[in-house]
């Protein structure tokens, strides 16, 4: 496994962001093949890419958290398994589909908790047991899932412009719009999910400032859905996440969007801690809480919340900020990164298909039975 940075200051996203989270680099020369993440760890201080030449490598960025983000990890993942096949030295398409099952293991481990990762990886596991049955070569399952992993990257830039038109609709025309964690380009492969409402209705010129919640204990409100504002030159300040109930009380929410990791059949979401308090706080205000994901994060298989798996990170990342102990050594500390939101507290679930309102069974269903214009 190899792992590189550098420095990328021509980074053009296609949606007109201002950076790239993450983009397929060809072979040229002697440098190898490679997908390239922005490292998410370094901003907002550094624009630093990381090289990714093999999934092993993916696999590390997504447990680091150099990329995250549901759908973000989706695209990755799917990388990831063109890397695998396209650097396998296999000698039969049945060992590579074999390698195939351990290289999507290996990058599901990664993050049990954001559905897109699994989904990407099971569509290419998929491909290329089709394919190995139609007696395509090694190499031509390769080109396949690499084709595949840029049909995802597309399609995911293409779907958040699709929630942001459905999304604009029901933000307020002028007023206080709280987001929690980072749901912009840096969390997508571009424009945003939560985030890329709020954008759609500033550019639709709906006049909004937007709460940026911290995000304790990683900070991604604070770094990165910060900075992402800045880029866009959206109106917004910086607050602790404990500041919210203060803010509602004082009536100066008007709207709270969020993203998701997983949805259950029910509605259920699960999204970054403190999520679910900050549903609970917009109730007792009556104020509208809304969550915006693809269709790829609605996970049918699970009825409820209580069957998402809730990843548990690391102690240290709550006893220290950015390496610096502010706790006492030794104090023992809890790191859930997801809570689960009931479906009763969201008022509608943002897709690229429509908006889905309670009761959340039926109307999510029929969103995957309506036909993609």
Same mark, same amino acid.
């Given at each position: $496994?190899?792992?590189?940075?550098?420095?990328?200051?021509?980074?053009?996203?296609?949606?007109?962001?201002?950076?790239?989270?993450?983009?397929?680099?060809?072979?040229?020369?002697?440098?190898?093949?490679?997908?390239?993440?922005?490292?998410?760890?370094?901003?907002?201080? &550094?624009?630093?890419? @990381?090289?990714?030449?093999?999934?092993?490598?993916?696999?590390?960025?997504? &447990?680091? $958290?150099? +990329?995250?983000?549901?759908?973000?990890?989706?695209?990755?993942?799917?990388?990831? $398994?063109?890397?695998?096949?396209?650097?396998?030295?296999?000698?039969?398409?049945?060992?590579?589909?074999?390698?195939?099952?351990?290289?999507? %293991?290996?990058?599901? #481990?990664?993050?049990?908790?954001?559905?897109?990762?699994?989904?990407?990886? %099971?569509?290419?596991?998929?491909?290329?047991?089709?394919?190995? #049955?139609?007696?395509?070569?090694?190499?031509?399952?390769?080109?396949?899932?690499?084709?595949?992993?840029?049909?995802?990257? #597309?399609?995911? *830039?293409?779907?958040?412009?699709? $929630?942001?038109?459905?999304?604009?609709?029901?933000?307020?025309?002028?007023?206080?719009?709280?987001?929690?964690?980072?749901?912009?380009?840096?969390?997508?492969?571009?424009?945003?999910?939560?985030?890329?409402?709020?954008?759609?209705?500033?550019?639709?010129? !709906? &006049?909004?400032?937007?709460?940026?919640?911290?995000?304790?204990?990683?900070?991604?409100?604070?770094?990165?859905?910060?900075?992402?504002?800045?880029?866009?030159? +959206?109106?917004?300040?910086? @607050?602790?996440?404990?500041?919210?109930?203060?803010?509602?009380?004082?009536?100066? @929410?008007?709207?709270?969007?969020?993203?998701?990791?997983?949805?259950?059949?029910?509605?259920?979401?699960?999204? !970054?801690?403190?999520?679910?308090?900050?549903?609970?706080?917009?109730?007792?205000?009556?104020?509208?809480?809304?969550?915006?994901?693809?269709?790829?994060?609605?996970?049918?298989? +699970?009825?409820?919340?209580?069957?998402?798996?809730?990843?548990?990170?690391?102690?240290?990342?709550?006893?220290?900020?950015?390496?610096?102990? @502010?706790?006492?050594?030794?104090?023992?500390?809890?790191?859930?990164?997801?809570?689960?939101?009931?479906?009763?507290? *969201?008022?509608? +679930?943002?897709?690229?298909?429509?908006?889905?309102?309670?009761?959340?069974?039926?109307?999510?269903?029929?969103?995957?039975?309506?036909?993609?214009?």
């Amino acid at each position: $496994m190899a792992t590189q940075d550098f420095i990328d200051t021509t980074a053009s996203q296609a949606d007109d962001s201002p950076f790239q989270t993450l983009e397929w680099r060809p072979a040229s020369g002697e440098q190898p093949e490679a997908l390239l993440l922005l490292d998410q760890l370094l901003l907002p201080h &550094k624009i630093v890419m @990381v090289v990714c030449p093999d999934y092993e490598a993916v696999g590390q960025a997504i &447990k680091t $958290m150099q +990329i995250r983000g549901a759908p973000a990890l989706g695209v990755a993942g799917a990388y990831g $398994m063109a890397l695998a096949a396209r650097r396998s030295a296999a000698a039969t398409p049945q060992a590579l589909l074999a390698e195939l099952e351990v290289a999507g %293991k290996h990058l599901f #481990a990664t993050r049990p908790t954001a559905v897109n990762l699994g989904w990407a990886i %099971k569509r290419s596991q998929e491909l290329a047991g089709r394919l190995a #049955a139609e007696g395509r070569s090694v190499s031509e399952i390769g080109d396949a899932l690499l084709e595949l992993a840029r049909q995802i990257h #597309a399609d995911d *830039i293409r779907i958040n412009r699709q $929630m942001g038109a459905f999304g604009e609709e029901v933000v307020p025309a002028e007023g206080n719009v709280l987001t929690h964690c980072n749901t912009g380009a840096l969390a997508t492969a571009g424009f945003g999910t939560a985030l890329g409402v709020i954008r759609a209705a500033h550019e639709a010129g !709906k &006049k909004v400032h937007v709460w940026v919640d911290e995000t304790r204990p990683y900070l991604q409100g604070a770094r990165l859905t910060a900075w992402e504002l800045q880029q866009l030159n +959206i109106p917004y300040t910086l @607050v602790t996440d404990n500041m919210a109930g203060h803010l509602m009380q004082r009536g100066k @929410v008007q709207f709270v969007i969020t993203g998701a990791d997983r949805i259950a059949a029910n509605g259920d979401s699960a999204n !970054k801690i403190g999520t679910y308090s900050l549903a609970v706080l917009a109730n007792a205000h009556n104020i509208p809480f809304y969550i915006a994901a693809p269709l790829s994060t609605i996970d049918l298989a +699970i009825p409820d919340g209580s069957f998402i798996p809730i990843e548990e990170r690391s102690a240290a990342e709550v006893t220290a900020i950015a390496g610096v102990r @502010v706790a006492p050594e030794g104090a023992p500390a809890y790191h859930p990164a997801f809570d689960v939101t009931p479906a009763r507290l *969201i008022a509608g +679930i943002i897709t690229e298909r429509g908006i889905a309102r309670p009761p959340f069974e039926s109307s999510i269903r029929a969103l995957f039975e309506v036909e993609e214009a």
